[in-house]
């Protein structure tokens, strides 16, 4: 999605506690009947307390998230229900507040609410403030706990429905009013909600204005009148056709071949649905490139139309924002990292994202800047990214690992693979077979286990170590056309080396040689003898031609997700979620056009 930089909420607080909006010369519900209508008019209006005592799972959508009053009521209604059924819920914002606005308005908010609903509701809204995202647009998918999946997704509601890939069982409709917001009550934008509505589904809303019910109807909704709530005399409600249609049951088992950061992330996420998963590793978890004692995880700058951009900064916030909801399982540092440009067309253009960008999120630094950042002297300016850093992917593949329904089996070498009416079955080299309807493919590389074949690269790399001294501190990541992370463990990792028709798994004192000269580019006199300069691990990374990896369906019940490259830290957790979300029939927490940029059989052969 190429879309103009994102606007915060311009609002502002009123003697009796109400927010304003000047942006549309509206205001929000006052904090004292906000949650009772958040209550009475949506969540009653799409009849949620009866539906999710009967479904496994509720998909939401809002046109509207505002301070996230609808939210917090829905999560905190579906919490004090007992109900096990799984929220995924999207909202579309086109002025999202500030984190500091935020937190402020909802703690003036739920201070006017009765102290058990306010006990409830506080740690709630916590837990949002705490990941809520950068102000960047498009999607953003915030795993709040094992059953409340909230998608932000910031932009104008015209302009990004047509993005959305899902179907929904309910429909928040709240914006400010007609007069005041016409572009989101249009025909149009009323008519796309009916194209992505599922099967009875209810849509409710504080507007009744003839225009609005008259175009719900004409795209297909029964639309009637309840009674109204703070004043109003009615509000809206609206129900989607029950048509016969089959329903596809969901897998309840599935087996991830591949057990690095891509598999352990595409498991993790199908047990969050409540899949038994059974992870099959031919050597044992995080052998391969996963292996690596440092991992960079960073957006990479550049046009906002660059999908790499977009896929890596999506990444990179779903994964810290994972890391925070478990503290102390991943060892990591959000130290930030200081991104050189490796030539003068590529500072402009990350000069041109920085302009338009938040200085929390990409800030351009001068020399000096830059060296009272890392504590020591780069070789050149750059641009700071604060929200990045590194994390250790063995320690990420084993807590994504540990999770009561993953199963994993280490030196299961696959060598088969055989659809059967009801699935799939699963050959080993020991003569042993396991069956499932679901099998998903992270073995980095095609290795020739599915029908459908797919092109990867396969290129060496070789990392290098480099002691760390009390005399040349490093605070941050450093990258160019490589990088060198912090010390950890008393060791400086430097890296990597990128050489394609290489086989030879042994260190070379060449690639050392290398990464001395890569770390020249890097940091100025901060080591000046090569050496200092130790070997480290050798592995391969699987690319694509597009630095995009191949993540979606090969065949019914067979799924990839490879070729996640030098960004599988940053990018494939997200890309599991991407996946998952598509075998359950969820709403992606990508735009629409992830879905072919991402399909493996692009690269079919």
């Known amino acids: 999605?190429?879309?103009?930089?994102?606007?915060?909420?311009?609002?502002?607080?009123?003697?009796d506690g109400r927010s304003y909006a000047s942006d549309f010369a509206d205001g929000f519900a006052s904090p004292s009947t906000a949650w009772d209508q958040a209550n009475a008019v949506f969540i009653a209006g799409c009849d949620l307390p009866e539906r999710w005592q009967q479904a496994?799972?509720?998909?939401?959508?809002?046109?509207?998230?505002?301070?996230?009053?609808?939210?917090?009521?829905?999560?905190?209604?579906?919490?004090?229900?007992?109900?096990?059924?799984?929220?995924?819920?999207?909202?579309?914002?086109?002025?999202?507040?500030?984190?500091?606005?935020?937190?402020?308005?909802?703690?003036?908010?739920?201070?006017?609410?009765?102290?058990?609903?306010?006990?409830?509701?506080?740690?709630?809204?916590?837990?949002?403030?705490?990941?809520?995202?950068?102000?960047?647009?498009?999607?953003?998918?915030?795993?709040l706990d094992e059953q409340v999946t909230l998608t932000l997704v910031f932009g104008d509601v015209p302009e990004i429905l047509p993005s959305i890939a899902g179907r929904f069982d309910a429909f928040f409709v709240d914006g400010f009013a007609p007069n005041r917001n016409p572009q989101m009550w249009s025909p149009a934008v009323l008519g796309q909600l009916a194209s992505m509505a599922a099967p009875d589904a209810r849509l409710s809303s504080r507007c009744v204005a003839g225009a609005v019910r008259r175009a719900l109807a004409d795209a297909g909704f029964d639309v009637s009148k309840r009674p109204g709530f703070g004043g109003k005399r009615d509000c809206l409600s609206a129900r989607w056709p029950a048509i016969d249609e089959v329903a596809q049951a969901l897998p309840t088992t599935a087996i991830v071949i591949g057990a690095g950061v891509a598999g352990a992330s595409a498991a993790r996420q199908l047990a969050r649905r409540g899949m038994a998963v059974t992870v099959l590793e031919r050597d044992r978890p995080a052998a391969g490139g996963s292996g690596n004692p440092v991992g960079i995880v960073r957006p990479e700058p550049g046009s906002a139309a660059n999908p790499v951009t977009e896929i890596s900064a999506a990444g990179s916030s779903w994964l810290m924002r994972w890391i925070g909801r478990h503290p102390g399982a991943v060892r990591h540092d959000w130290c930030g990292v200081l991104r050189i440009a490796r030539d003068e067309r590529k500072r402009e253009k990350i000069a041109l994202q920085a302009a338009g960008t938040r200085a929390d999120w990409l800030k351009a630094c001068s020399l000096d800047e830059a060296a009272q950042l890392c504590g020591a002297m780069p070789t050149d300016s750059g641009f700071h990214l604060p929200q990045a850093g590194w994390v250790e992917p063995p320690g990420l593949v084993a807590a994504l690992l540990d999770h009561p329904l993953i199963t994993i089996r280490s030196g299961a070498m696959v060598v088969g693979l055989a659809e059967e009416t009801n699935g799939w079955r699963v050959e080993l080299a020991d003569a042993a077979a396991l069956h499932a309807p679901l099998v998903v493919l992270a073995t980095a590389f095609d290795t020739g286990l599915a029908s459908q074949r797919v092109a990867t690269g396969r290129a060496r790399g070789q990392l290098s170590r480099l002691p760390a001294r009390d005399d040349r501190p490093l605070h941050m990541v450093v990258c160019r056309d490589g990088y060198i992370a912090p010390a950890v463990d008393g060791m400086h990792t430097v890296g990597a080396t990128l050489q394609h028709d290489d086989e030879e798994a042994a260190a070379r004192r060449s690639d050392d040689e290398q990464n001395f000269e890569r770390l020249q580019r890097l940091l100025s006199g901060f080591c000046v003898d090569a050496s200092e300069i130790l070997s480290g691990r050798v592995g391969w990374r699987a690319t694509t031609q597009d630095r995009v990896p191949l993540v979606g369906r090969l065949e019914n019940g067979l799924y990839a997700t490879l070729a996640h490259g030098a960004r599988g830290v940053t990018c494939a957790p997200l890309c599991a979620e991407f996946l998952a979300a598509m075998i359950c029939d969820e709403p992606l927490p990508l735009g629409r056009e992830w879905i072919a940029r991402l399909n493996p059989l692009r690269q079919a052969r």
């Open 56 to 143: 496994s799972r509720i998909r939401l959508l809002e046109t509207g998230f505002g301070l996230g009053v609808n939210f917090l009521a829905t999560w905190a209604a579906l919490r004090s229900s007992g109900s096990a059924a799984r929220l995924q819920y999207m909202s579309i914002e086109k002025h999202p507040a500030t984190r500091a606005d935020l937190q402020a308005a909802l703690e003036l908010s739920i201070a006017s609410v009765s102290l058990p609903l306010a006990r409830q509701l506080r740690p709630l809204a916590d837990t949002l403030i705490a990941q809520w995202p950068p102000k960047i647009a498009g999607f953003h998918a915030l795993e």
């Open 1 to 15: 999605m190429d879309s103009p930089p994102i606007r915060p909420a311009n609002w502002q607080g009123s003697d």
